[in-house]
């Protein structure tokens, strides 16, 4: 049997203000970002780190909502799962993102956010409207931009992994720090 007493133990101290494992939906997003905009509100956060947190978060689902890949299971169902955690310790709001992918594609993902990486803060912003003016897209239709403004957003390099999950998929997760 769930001790829920040890999970809500573990929610508190960890500070996780919102947890969610599933189907990803546009109604979903919705409210999440209906419900976290209220938490920020009641925690009376500033406007600039209110923004800020908001911006990020609203790429973070965007990018599992758009680039989620469907998995088959034993049963053949098909499913598609990611998971997101929001958290607040100290003066740092954690998102934590996780969907499957398929191992063909983690190479060229995972250089691409390695490219990321190195680039400066002014190179980030460039690099951002010079995408935007040339309108290049990606295999899933966008311009691939909500990594990068992530990382222009939060100051900080794009924390990731890849953990292989079989022959066919791997985890894909993205631990976003957001300090105030």
Known sequence: MIDIYDI????ESNNIMLSFKGDISSELLTSVLQIMESKL???????????????????????LYHHMDEIATEQNDVIRSAFFMIGKIDNQYNIVTGNYIKK??????????????????????????????????SIKGGVGLGMVDIARKTGEKLDFKFSSVDNFFSLFTLNIKIAQ
């Open 41 to 63: 509100d009641n925690m009376k956060e500033e406007p600039k780190i209110k923004k800020k947190v908001y911006n990020v978060l609203v790429e973070c689902l965007q990018n």
């Open 8 to 11: 809500n133990d573990k929610i």
């Open 104 to 137: 063909q594609n983690v190479e060229v993902f995972k250089k691409r956010l390695e490219e990321i990486n190195l680039l400066s803060k002014e190179e980030l912003r460039e690099y951002y409207k010079a995408v935007l003016n040339n309108a290049e897209m």
